[in-house]
Structures are given as C-alpha cells and as structure tokens.
C-alpha cells in the first residue's frame, strides 16, 4: 500500500462533469482520499456548477479559470495551471475523462512529471483527424497508465496503437451511470411547463466545430433543422459555441422552434425523456439517447460511438437526409437493430473503475482475469 495516496480528478468541459461523478462517490465509498481541480474551460453556470449541484460533486480543490481560447492558446493556459496544481499535491494517480482540451492538457503534464494517470472514455476513436478530439484521444491513451474502455470495440482500437493490455480495463461507460441515478427524477412535465413546450416535440443539440464554426455549414445544417421544425416543434437548448453563426445562419425563435439557454443535466435529459426524437452532434447525447430508448439521429459523417448504432438508437445522417431520417423517426419510433443494449452499461462502471484504481493503488498485480472485475 502505497503511503496515504491522493487521486486527482481533473474535469473542465460540461461531458466530464458527466463521467467522472459515479468515480468519484465509488471512491468516497472505498475511503480513497482524493480532490477535484477544475480547469475552467467551461465557466458558465449552466455549463458548469449546475453539474456539481445536480451529479453531488464535491467543490473542487482548485479553479485554474482558463476559460476560452484558440486551441494553443487554452492548452497553454492548461499546461501551466495544471504544473502548479500537479507539483503542490504530488497526487498518486490522476484521472482524466473523456476528450476535451483539459484531458489532453493533464496527461502531458504528468506524463512530464511522471505523475501515473488513468483515462475513463479510452480507445474510442472516429479516425476522423479533423475533430480536435480524435487528436486529443490518441495522445490520452498513448500516455496513459491505466485505461478504461467504455465499450468492446475501443479494446481492438487500442490494441491496434500498441497499448499495453495489462493497461487495459473493459468497465462499462459511467456516463449511464449518471444517467440511471438521476432516472427515477426525470420528470418532463416541469421543464416542459418552464419552456412553453407540449404535446410531440424534438430536441436539437449543435456544438461541433465542423457543424457551426463555419457560416455555410451553419447555414445547411440549420436549414435541415427549420425542416425537421415543419415536421414537429423543435426545442434547442443552445451551446455557447457558435450561438452567434447560428442565428445568423436563421436559427431563432419561431412559432416551432424555440432557442433557449443550456439545460441543467437533470433539466435536460427530463426534457429527451420526454421527447419523440432528439437531433445531435453531441458525444454523450449518442449514448443516453440509446439508454432511453429515444431515435437519436447525429449529424455528423462519422461517430466514434457506432455501439450506439448497432445496440442502440442512433442513426448518422447528413443535413441533406435530416429532414426524410426525422420524417421515418418519427413515424417508426426508436429501434435497437440487435434487440440488445451495449454490454456493462448497467450503473456499476464507476464502482468497477474504482476496485481497479483501488487494486493498483494497493499495488496489486492486475491479472487479465480480474480486469474489469475487480470489485
Ligand atoms: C468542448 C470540447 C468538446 C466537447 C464540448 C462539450 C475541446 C477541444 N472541445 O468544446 O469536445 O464536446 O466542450 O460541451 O475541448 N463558451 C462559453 N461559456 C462556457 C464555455 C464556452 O461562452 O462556459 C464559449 C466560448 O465562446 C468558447 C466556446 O464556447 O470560445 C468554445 O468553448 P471550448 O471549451 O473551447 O470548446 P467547446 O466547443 O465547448
Ligand atoms: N447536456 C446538458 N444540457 C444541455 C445539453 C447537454 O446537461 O443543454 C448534457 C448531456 O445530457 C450529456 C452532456 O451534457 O450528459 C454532453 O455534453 P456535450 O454534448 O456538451 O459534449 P460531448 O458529449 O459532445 O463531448
């Protein structure tokens, strides 16, 4: 047993939040002594503390409030927030999740220090480079110690780019986690009610680069999306990113569409529950529109989730084949092809991750057959 060890989980973006709550109460429930640093990459409230409020995060033990920038710029304010932090706690392991600009920023910096790192969310890829985050994920999981795949497909990924299988844990995704302990309060009525939506509706989320950071693509995806707006009244709880070309490409408040702010995580998925189709780009939004059962069609050419196509509800499509995909939707409702879901997205991937971290922290030798189910 390693002396009094200290686990450092660094979070900074809205889908980390999201992950790393079912870790960190598993390892409150192991007595593992750990902290939270926040990087600030996201800073509004409801990009930021309405997570903590609603997932039971405890209070980070550091805000770097590294807020927005170019890539280079924020990774620069990362790495060096992040130095500080790292050499005042000397952490045992730290934690990264996920794919964004403050994962990528953490594992450099201990990989430097010689800081041991886990990454939950590995080896999923898109193999599509024209996404920040691909590049984000191949260095995460090149420098990582220990690696936690959220789905079988991630482990051929990984073995592929020469990772270490004794590195390699097979846990379950514990987005679903999240989402199956706050499942028994989804109530849609009350967020329906707040925004003015009733009967049939559709929930749009547009964050990624590729969709609104370039006005002509903004332009032909929210064309798509005034279609899907003639088919059922669309509700868009609106991403910061790109809110400005969005509305400038024509995507305002009308009689079927209505724009509102970002959505608390209990808010949100109360209203998809609630919802006859979901319209995304998003990651996360993939993979619990598939727990709830609701069509979930990705404007996007590639995912790096295809489990969610092929045990779930999620079908890609272009801005061209949004409008016809919406129609069929929501004239056929959510389909699963296999008729099964994804394997160990059950709720018990935090408690997984955690017997592994508390076993390597102990200083086990993981053995192939106890991965993944050390408990
Ligand atoms: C980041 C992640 C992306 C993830 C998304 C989740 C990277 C490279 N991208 O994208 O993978 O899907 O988070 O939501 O890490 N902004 C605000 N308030 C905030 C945060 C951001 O207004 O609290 C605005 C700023 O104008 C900022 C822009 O959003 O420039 C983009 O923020 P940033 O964190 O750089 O990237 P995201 O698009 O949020
Ligand atoms: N989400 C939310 N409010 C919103 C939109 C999304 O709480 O208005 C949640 C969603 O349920 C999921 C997470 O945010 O848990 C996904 O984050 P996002 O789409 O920003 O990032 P990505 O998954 O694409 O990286």
Redesign the pocket.
Known sequence: MRDNPLVLHVL????NFVKAAPVVNALADRGVRQGIVHTG????A???DVFFSDLGLPEPIANLGV???T?AR?TAALLTGLEDVMLEHAPTLVVVY???????AAILVCAKLRIPTAHVEAGLRSFDRE???EV?RVVTDALSDLLFATSPEALSHLASEGADPAKVHLVGNPMIDSLFSVLPSLDPAPVQERLGVSGRYAVATL???ANVDDPASARELVDAVLKVAAQVPVVVPL?????QRLADAGLVDGPTMKIVEPLGYVDFLSLVRGSALVVTD???VQEETTMLGIPCLTIRPNTERPITVTHGTNRLVTPASLPAAASKALADGAATPSGELPPLWDGKAGPRIAGVIAAWLRGDNLSPAARGTVS
């Open positions: 900074g973006a809205r889908p990459q996201h800073y509004d409801l990009m930021s807020g927005s920038g890539h924020q996920g794919d964004v600009n403050s994962t990528l996404m920040p985050e984000n964050h990624r680069p991403h910061p990113r790109g809110r998003s990651g996360g």
